[in-house]
C-alpha cells in the first residue's frame, strides 16, 4: 500500500537549510522517478525536482544549485536538501512519482516549508 508521508519541514530564515524526508512509496519506489513539488498559497502545485530510478536529477530552474534531491533505495525513502532558501520557497512541500509527467500515488499531507525573517 502505498502512502506518503512528508516531514522535515519547518520555519528558517532566510539563506538557511531543511532537509525533507519523504517516506511510504512501497513497491512503486523501484518503478517510478520520485519527485519532490510544492504549492505555495493562491498558486499551482509545481514540480521542484525529481530523480529517477537510475538516480539521474533534475530540477526546476528556481531552485538549481540550491537544493539536491536523493534516494535511499534500502529504505523506499526520498530527501530534499534544501539550502540558501529563500521567502520564495515558503510552500507546502510534497513527494510522490513523476512518470512522464503523472503523479501516480495519492497526495499526503505534505511538509510547510516557511522561509522568513
Known amino acids: 500500500q502505498v502512502q506518503l508521508v512528508e516531514s522535515g519541514g519547518g520555519l528558517v530564515q532566510p539563506g538557511g537549510s531543511l532537509r525533507l524526508s519523504c517516506a511510504g512509496f512501497?513497491?512503486?519506489?523501484?518503478?517510478?522517478?520520485v519527485a519532490w513539488y510544492r504549492q505555495a498559497p493562491g498558486k499551482q502545485r509545481e514540480l521542484v525536482a525529481t530523480?529517477?530510478?537510475?538516480?539521474?536529477?533534475s530540477y526546476a530552474d528556481s531552485v538549481k544549485g540550491r537544493f539536491t534531491i536523493s534516494r535511499d533505495n534500502a529504505k523506499n525513502t526520498v530527501y530534499l536538501q534544501m539550502n540558501s532558501l529563500k521567502p520564495e520557497d515558503t510552500a507546502v512541500y510534497y513527494c510522490?512519482?513523476?512518470?512522464?509527467?503523472?503523479?501516480?500515488?495519492?497526495w499526503g499531507q505534505g511538509t510547510q516549508v516557511t522561509v522568513s525573517s
Open positions: 510522490n512519482t513523476n512518470f512522464r509527467g503523472a503523479a501516480l500515488a495519492s
Open positions: 512501497g513497491y512503486i519506489f523501484s518503478i517510478y522517478p
Open positions: 530523480i529517477a530510478t537510475g538516480d539521474t536529477t
